[in-house]
């Protein structure tokens, strides 16, 4: 048996698509939705991100802000930038990319961005309403991750879920959603006994641990779905925390890395920006872009 490959790609195209669609019908109403990028100082990786961030949020019609500061910027003037964006009626989302330079408090910055605006989904109020169930902006990755899911699975009620690693990014998020669609879930972590026994009992195994391939193929309970988040550089090129060699005989589906959960982050990104825009404007939630 030979898993099947999850394409992530494609299924963030048919996303990316659909949103251009709907920007298409709020155009008809005189809404735009826009998304406001702010990137402090210069890491390459985060660079990479927020151009690719930028390009394709013009794709799908929506209009994009960026703002680029230098990394010895006051930790107060990148609270007034957020504080003009969070009052710009022009602006639907706010995403500050992380890391931020030392200096600057993470969690005083994200805490800055509305709510309402906050769509990496990382503000406490957000992670508050996601934990108990409301209405809340999703963090992106791992709601790509749930979408991924259900479409190969379908309901996810009463599955047995493993997630590797305990992030407020990925981890945390990602066993929130899971848990809401009543799968019964795990998180593990680097303290965690014996992990690759723990592995095996997973119907669901989601891999966000920053460790290229850690994941070895018989810690998979055959005919399991596999999501694989890492994406970790090395002299070979990009690798998932999967060993994707030894997984695929054993796994009944799995996302490649390249090409399965990465596409997936900004296209949700894309995705909560116009659930904000729709709920800016006081219209429902469009159809199947929040959990
Ligand atoms: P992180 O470093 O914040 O968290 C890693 C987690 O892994 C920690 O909770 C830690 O406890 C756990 N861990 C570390 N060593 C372990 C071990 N030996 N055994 C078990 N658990 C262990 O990382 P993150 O931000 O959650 O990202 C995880 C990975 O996902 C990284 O490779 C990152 O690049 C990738 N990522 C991808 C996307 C995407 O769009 N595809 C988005 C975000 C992060």
């Known amino acids: 048996m030979t898993a099947a490959i999850i394409d992530g790609k494609a299924f963030a195209a048919g996303l990316r698509a659909r949103i251009a669609t709907e920007v298409e019908a709020l ?9 406001a990028v702010v990137l402090v100082g210069e890491d390459p990786a985060s660079q990479v991100y927020v151009r690719s961030k930028g390009r394709m949020t013009v794709e799908v019609g929506m209009a994009s802000f960026e703002h680029r500061l230098p990394d010895t910027t006051p930790e107060d003037e990148l609270l007034a930038l957020i504080a003009r964006l969070n009052a710009d ?11 931020l330079p030392r200096h600057m ?13 906050d769509v990496d989904g990382f503000h406490i109020l957000n992670v508050g309403l996601l934990a108990t169930g409301q209405k809340a902006m999703v963090p992106c990755t791992p709601l790509g991750c749930l ?7 379908g309901d996810l009620a009463g599955k047995r879920a493993v997630v590797i690693g305990r992030s407020n990014i990925v981890g945390k998020p990602m ?11 795990t998180v593990a972590h680097s303290r965690t006994a014996d992990l690759p026994a723990l592995c095996r009992e997973a119907d669901i195994l989601v891999a966000a641990v920053g460790r290229a391939e850690f994941v070895k193929g018989d810690w998979i309970k055959p005919g399991a779905t596999v999501i694989d988040v890492g994406i970790n550089r090395t002299e070979a090129g990009l690798v998932g925390d999967v060993d994707f060699a030894s997984a695929l005989p054993v796994a009944g589906a799995i ?4 090409g399965g959960v ?5 296209a949700c990104l894309l995705a909560n920006t116009l659930t904000a825009t ?7 939630d469009p159809e199947g872009l929040t959990p």
Do not use: C, H
């Open 255 to 258: 996302t490649p890395v390249p």
């Open 27 to 35: 155009a008809r109403r005189g809404i735009k939705p826009g998304l």
């Open 147 to 153: 979408m991924l899911l259900r479409d190969r699975l």
């Open 278 to 284: 729709a709920r800016a404007n006081g219209l429902t």
């Open 105 to 117: 408090d993470e969690a005083a910055v994200i805490n800055a961005i509305a709510p309402e605006k």
């Open 262 to 266: 990465g596409p997936m982050t900004i």
């Open 175 to 185: 066993a929130q959603l899971l848990l809401r669609d009543s799968a019964t879930v």
């Open 89 to 99: 009626p022009a602006v639907n989302g706010i995403l500050v990319q992380l890391p």
